[in-house]
C-alpha cells in the first residue's frame, strides 16, 4: 500500500473521513470492485486521542447499482477518544452524506467534547447519545423536506466510541460490532429488524404494531426490512402520504387504509447504547456493515481477521482481505468495514487458528446438493 502523503497526515490528526463519498453508477461490477475506496490509519500518531490504536477500513461497492454505504473515523474533540461509525444507506445516498458530519458534531456537543466519556457516568453518556442521535435524525428529516432529495433515503449507523480501557457502542440498524477477546467474538450488538424469534425482533415487532404498522414478509408495510434508522420520512412525519400512494399503487385497499390509525413513527431513530470494558485480553473492534455479517458469522470473522494480523500484522491490510472474502462468500450487498487494533497483542507470537471446517463443510455438501439436482432435474425433464 503506498504511503500516505504528509498532507494527508496532517489531515488524519485532525480527524478522518474514510470516504470518497461519490456515488458509482452504472459501472461494470468489476469497475465497481476496482473502486472500493480504503484509507490505512495505521501510526498511532494518526489518532493522538487514543494511544497505541492502529485503525484500518475499507468499503466496497457490491453487486448493487449504488454505493449507499459510508465510514466515518475521527480524533478530535474527543478527550482522548475516537469516535468511528459505519453507516449503511438505502433509498439513495442522501442521508447517508447528511450524516457523516452532522451525526459527528451532535455527538461532540451532546458528549461535551468527550468530558462525559472520560467522566464514566453511563448514565450520563446514555442519555447523551440518546440525545444526538435524536437531534441528528430531526435535522436530516427537515433537509430532507426542504431540499427535496431523495426524500424515501435512510441509513443505519453504528457508532463506537474507543478509549483506552472504555468502548462506548451506540447503534441504530443492523450493521454489527464485535469484540476479539482472546480470540473469542464477543458479539456487542443487536440488529433491528421486524422479523425473526430473537428477543430484541419481537420487541421491534411488538412496537411497530403498537404504533399503527403491521409487518409482511419482514417489512414494514410491506417496505423496509430495518426497523430504525435515520431519515425515512415515510414512516415517520409522511405516513399517511405512504398510505395514499400505496392507494394508488394498488398495494391496499382504500377500505384497508381507513381502518388503520397510527400512534407513533414505524422507524425511529433512538439508539441501543452499550458499554464494554476493554482489558488486556482484548485484541482488536470489528465495525461493519450487514453486507459482511449475511454472509460470514462472527466468529469466522474474528479468526479470520486474527490469522491476517499474524501474517503481516497490517490492520489495513486485513480489512481490505476480509471485505474480500466477503465478497468471495457472494455477498449481494455494499460492505464497509472498520478495524480497530488496540496494539495489545504481539501478532507474531499469536497461533493460527483454524477456521469453521463445519460450517465449510455444511456449505460444500450444500452446493453439491443443489447441483446433483439440478442435474436429476434436468435429465427428468429430458425424458
Given at each position: 500500500?503506498?504511503?500516505?502523503?504528509?498532507?494527508?497526515?496532517r489531515?488524519?490528526?485532525?480527524?478522518?473521513?474514510?470516504?470518497?463519498?461519490?456515488?458509482?453508477?452504472?459501472?461494470?461490477?468489476?469497475?465497481?470492485?476496482?473502486?472500493?475506496?480504503?484509507?490505512?490509519i495505521?501510526?498511532?500518531?494518526?489518532?493522538?486521542?487514543?494511544?497505541?490504536?492502529?485503525?484500518?477500513?475499507?468499503?466496497?461497492?457490491?453487486?448493487?447499482?449504488?454505493?449507499?454505504?459510508?465510514?466515518?473515523?475521527?480524533?478530535?474533540?474527543?478527550?482522548?477518544?475516537?469516535?468511528?461509525?459505519?453507516?449503511?444507506?438505502?433509498?439513495?445516498?442522501?442521508?447517508?452524506?447528511f450524516?457523516?458530519?452532522?451525526?459527528?458534531?451532535?455527538?461532540?456537543?451532546?458528549?461535551?467534547?468527550?468530558?462525559?466519556?472520560?467522566?464514566?457516568d453511563?448514565?450520563?453518556?446514555?442519555?447523551?447519545?440518546?440525545?444526538?442521535?435524536?437531534?441528528a435524525?430531526?435535522?436530516?428529516?427537515n433537509?430532507?423536506?426542504?431540499?427535496?432529495?431523495?426524500?424515501d433515503?435512510?441509513?443505519?449507523?453504528?457508532?463506537?466510541?474507543?478509549?483506552?480501557?472504555?468502548?462506548?457502542?451506540?447503534?441504530v440498524?443492523?450493521?454489527?460490532?464485535?469484540?476479539?477477546?482472546?480470540?473469542?467474538?464477543?458479539?456487542?450488538?443487536?440488529?433491528?429488524?421486524?422479523?425473526?424469534?430473537?428477543?430484541?425482533?419481537?420487541?421491534e415487532i411488538?412496537?411497530?404494531?403498537?404504533?399503527?404498522?403491521?409487518?409482511?414478509?419482514?417489512?414494514?408495510?410491506?417496505?423496509?426490512?430495518?426497523?430504525?434508522?435515520?431519515?425515512?420520512?415515510?414512516?415517520?412525519?409522511?405516513?399517511?402520504?405512504?398510505?395514499?400512494?400505496?392507494?394508488?399503487?394498488?398495494?391496499?385497499?382504500?377500505?384497508?387504509?381507513?381502518?388503520?390509525?397510527?400512534?407513533?413513527?414505524?422507524?425511529?431513530?433512538?439508539?441501543?447504547?452499550?458499554?464494554?470494558?476493554?482489558?488486556?485480553?482484548?485484541?482488536?473492534?470489528?465495525?461493519?456493515?450487514d453486507?459482511?455479517?449475511?454472509?460470514?458469522?462472527?466468529?469466522?470473522?474474528?479468526?479470520?481477521?486474527?490469522?491476517?494480523?499474524?501474517?503481516?500484522?497490517?490492520?489495513?491490510?486485513?480489512c481490505?482481505?476480509?471485505?474480500?472474502?466477503?465478497?468471495?462468500?457472494?455477498?449481494?450487498?455494499?460492505?464497509?468495514?472498520?478495524?480497530?487494533?488496540?496494539?495489545?497483542?504481539?501478532?507474531?507470537?499469536?497461533?493460527?487458528q483454524?477456521?469453521n471446517?463445519?460450517?465449510?463443510?455444511?456449505?460444500?455438501?450444500?452446493?453439491?446438493?443443489i447441483?446433483?439436482?439440478?442435474?436429476w432435474?434436468?435429465?427428468?425433464?429430458?425424458?
Amino acid at each position: 500500500m503506498a504511503l500516505l502523503s504528509q498532507q494527508l497526515q496532517r489531515f488524519l490528526l485532525n480527524g478522518i473521513i474514510c470516504s470518497s463519498g461519490l456515488k458509482a453508477r452504472k459501472k461494470s461490477f468489476r469497475e465497481r470492485i476496482r473502486s472500493c475506496s480504503a484509507i490505512a490509519i495505521d501510526a498511532p500518531s494518526s489518532l493522538a486521542g487514543a494511544a497505541g490504536i492502529r485503525w484500518g477500513c475499507s468499503r466496497l461497492q457490491g453487486p448493487r447499482e449504488e454505493m449507499e454505504d459510508d465510514i466515518v473515523i475521527r480524533s478530535d474533540n474527543l478527550d482522548g477518544f475516537s469516535f468511528a461509525a459505519v453507516f449503511d444507506g438505502h433509498a439513495g445516498f442522501s442521508s447517508v452524506k447528511f450524516l457523516r458530519e452532522e451525526l459527528y458534531k451532535e455527538c461532540v456537543e451532546a458528549l461535551q467534547g468527550g468530558l462525559l466519556l472520560t467522566g464514566k457516568d453511563f448514565n450520563a453518556i446514555k442519555e447523551a447519545l440518546q440525545k444526538a442521535f435524536l437531534n441528528a435524525d430531526a435535522k436530516l428529516l427537515n433537509w430532507l423536506e426542504v431540499t427535496g432529495e431523495e426524500v424515501d433515503s435512510g441509513s443505519t449507523a453504528t457508532v463506537m466510541f474507543v478509549g483506552n480501557d472504555a468502548l462506548i457502542i451506540s447503534h441504530v440498524g443492523d450493521s454489527c460490532a464485535v469484540l476479539s477477546r482472546s480470540g473469542k467474538a464477543e458479539v456487542l450488538t443487536s440488529s433491528h429488524r421486524p422479523y425473526g424469534s430473537n428477543k430484541v425482533s419481537l420487541q421491534e415487532i411488538r412496537r411497530i404494531r403498537e404504533a399503527g404498522g403491521w409487518i409482511i414478509n419482514g417489512r414494514i408495510c410491506g417496505d423496509i426490512s430495518v426497523s430504525r434508522a435515520f431519515g425515512d420520512l415515510r414512516f415517520k412525519t409522511r405516513k399517511n402520504e405512504m398510505l395514499e400512494k400505496g392507494v394508488e399503487e394498488g398495494r391496499w385497499s382504500k377500505k384497508f387504509v381507513s381502518r388503520v390509525q397510527f400512534n407513533g413513527d414505524l422507524v425511529i431513530s433512538c439508539p441501543d447504547i452499550y458499554q464494554v470494558a476493554l482489558g488486556q485480553d482484548t485484541e482488536f473492534i470489528l465495525l461493519a456493515s450487514d453486507g459482511l455479517w449475511d454472509y460470514m458469522n462472527s466468529s469466522d470473522a474474528i479468526t479470520f481477521v486474527r490469522n491476517q494480523l499474524r501474517k503481516h500484522g497490517d490492520v489495513q491490510l486485513a480489512c481490505e482481505a476480509l471485505v474480500q472474502a466477503a465478497l468471495d462468500r457472494r455477498s449481494q450487498d455494499n460492505i464497509s468495514i472498520a478495524i480497530a487494533d488496540l496494539g495489545r497483542t504481539d501478532w507474531q507470537s499469536v497461533p493460527l487458528q483454524q477456521q469453521n471446517f463445519v460450517y465449510e463443510i455444511g456449505q460444500a455438501f450444500a452446493t453439491i446438493g443443489i447441483v446433483s439436482l439440478a442435474i436429476w432435474m434436468s435429465s427428468f425433464l429430458s425424458l
